[in-house]
């Protein structure tokens, strides 16, 4: 599975939107990107995937280069209740594989008033 | 069904005791997860289903471990002989998909 680096932690103010990138060099031509928010207590929330080019719903945007060996995560206008830890994942496909998933130490956001 | 739900929430024991864990899975997912979650890191995987087969164990899933999923709906993970680096959070997240997993809130585990 490709290895993911993002920032450990990432400190915002409330209406401004957060770019949160992650970087994965060594991703496969099959893999998948996928983002995952998680708040404390609770588990993991799915947030977004794309595969290139850009994604967005009504969450948060996916911004994904050509050489596809890194990815942004952006959140627009974010607000306190966006204060979370974000994971990167590389190396899934939406194909009906059993591969489970392989989470980093994620990205913590703080989101200040 | 609103969701993934997962009991106890909470769980204390001491070293040795053996402890055992429910997950009760969005019905109309045929695949279940076993994560494990220590402070500041990421959830690991343990183990995955597939209806009722277990089709996937990591080495994290030592012989104390064992997870069961009877008739493909709800299930238990046991861990025999606790030991004091088995706190964690033990979480659960069942799917249609491998790439979107809906996550339960977690059993935290404390043993003393």
């Known amino acids: 599975l490709a290895k993911t680096t993002q920032p450990i932690s990432m400190d915002s103010y409330e209406g401004q939107e957060v770019n949160i990138t992650c970087s994965h060099n060594?991703?496969?031509?099959?893999?998948?990107i996928t983002w995952y928010q998680q708040f404390p207590s609770q588990g993991p929330r799915f947030i977004i995937q794309?595969?290139?080019t850009k994604v967005t719903n009504e969450v948060a945007s996916l911004f994904i280069p050509a050489d596809r060996k890194s990815s942004t995560l952006s959140l627009p206008r974010v607000s306190l209740s966006d204060t979370a830890v974000y994971y990167c994942?590389?190396?899934?496909?939406?194909?009906?594989?059993?591969?489970?998933?392989?989470f980093g130490s994620g990205t913590r956001l703080q989101v200040q008033p | 069904d609103t969701g993934v739900s997962q009991d106890p929430r909470h769980k204390i024991t001491k070293r040795g005791q053996n402890v055992t864990f429910r997950c009760d899975p969005i019905?109309?997912?045929?695949?279940l997860y076993w994560y494990r979650q220590t402070l500041g890191q990421g959830p690991e995987f343990l183990t995955y289903?597939?209806?009722?087969?277990?089709?996937?164990k990591s080495r994290l899933l030592s012989d104390r471990f064992s997870a069961e999923r009877p008739k493909g709906s709800f299930s238990t993970l046991e861990i025999q002989r606790t030991e004091q680096g088995d706190s964690a959070m033990y979480l659960c997240?069942?799917?249609?998909?491998?790439?979107?997993?809906?996550f339960g809130p977690g059993t935290r585990l404390t043993v003393l």
């Open positions: 994942l590389v190396g899934l496909s939406m194909d009906t594989g059993r591969r489970a998933l392989t």
């Open positions: 997240a069942s799917s249609r998909q491998v790439n979107e997993q809906f």
């Open positions: 060594n991703i496969a031509t099959n893999d998948y």
């Open positions: 794309g595969y290139k």
């Open positions: 019905s109309e997912h045929n695949r």
């Open positions: 289903f597939q209806n009722e087969a277990q089709l996937e």
